[in-house]
């Protein structure tokens, strides 16, 4: 399987992805 | 005088992130597919000339924005005390700070040892009329810490901006 940080697209979808994940962390498991 | 203090320790703290998050998209947006087109004869004075003149803003400037975040944390801890880091505010800039330290220590004990070292071995080679060898791992390493800055980015910046600006109320709301 390919690396995503390879390509700039894979970068900034995972760049998203976590920021999704760990801002609904902060949401609903501490607030 | 305590508060201008910590309004100048923000905005160099902001002065210094824009500076370092600058490089590194320059790097990573611009440098990185140049380098991957650009004429092997035109691949050293690169990464002899350019290279360690941005490697050296790039890496003061994330050590400027630590040392100026550190001051920062100290400061609204003596303001508000240890609630602040349990409050919706103190919460998401701790996120944020994390983040932000974890992508300071790739970029002084990750990126610059092997960059250092590249640019090295690259100035040793054209000084000798020689390729460039032995570089080994090193360029792919240093590759994957600045695309994992690049993608830690993201979230750093949406939870320093989300401290006080989140348009929603989300965080806490």
Redesign the interface.
């Known amino acids: 399987m390919k690396n995503p940080l390879d390509t700039l697209k894979g970068t900034i979808t995972l760049g998203v992805l976590l920021t999704v994940v760990l801002w609904l962390i902060v949401e609903l498991a501490i607030f | 005088m305590w508060l201008f203090i910590e309004f100048l320790a923000r905005w160099l703290h902001i002065l210094s992130g824009v500076m370092w998050i600058g490089l590194l998209y320059y790097f990573?947006?611009v440098q990185g597919p140049f380098m991957a087109e650009a004429a092997a004869a035109a691949k050293p004075e690169v990464t002899t000339k350019l290279l360690p003149r941005a490697m050296w803003w790039f890496r003061w400037a994330a050590m400027s924005t630590l040392v100026f975040g550190l001051i920062l944390i100290y400061m609204l801890s003596t303001d508000s005390g240890s609630a602040y880091w349990s409050s919706?505010r103190g919460?998401?800039i701790l996120?944020g700070g994390i983040l932000g330290i974890i992508m300071w220590f790739n970029v002084w004990f990750i990126i610059w040892p092997n960059q250092k070292f590249i640019i090295a071995a690259t100035k040793a080679a054209v000084a000798a009329g020689k390729p460039v060898e032995g570089l080994g791992t090193r360029p792919r390493i240093a590759f994957?810490a600045s695309?994992?800055n690049?993608?830690?980015?993201?979230?750093m910046l949406?939870?320093m901006a989300?401290s006080t600006h989140n348009p929603w109320h989300?965080?806490?709301g």
């Not at chain 2, 690049?150 to 979230?155: A, C, D, K």
């Open positions: 990573n947006f919706p919460v998401s996120f994957l695309r994992t690049t993608m830690l980015s993201i979230p949406f939870f989300a989300l965080i806490g």
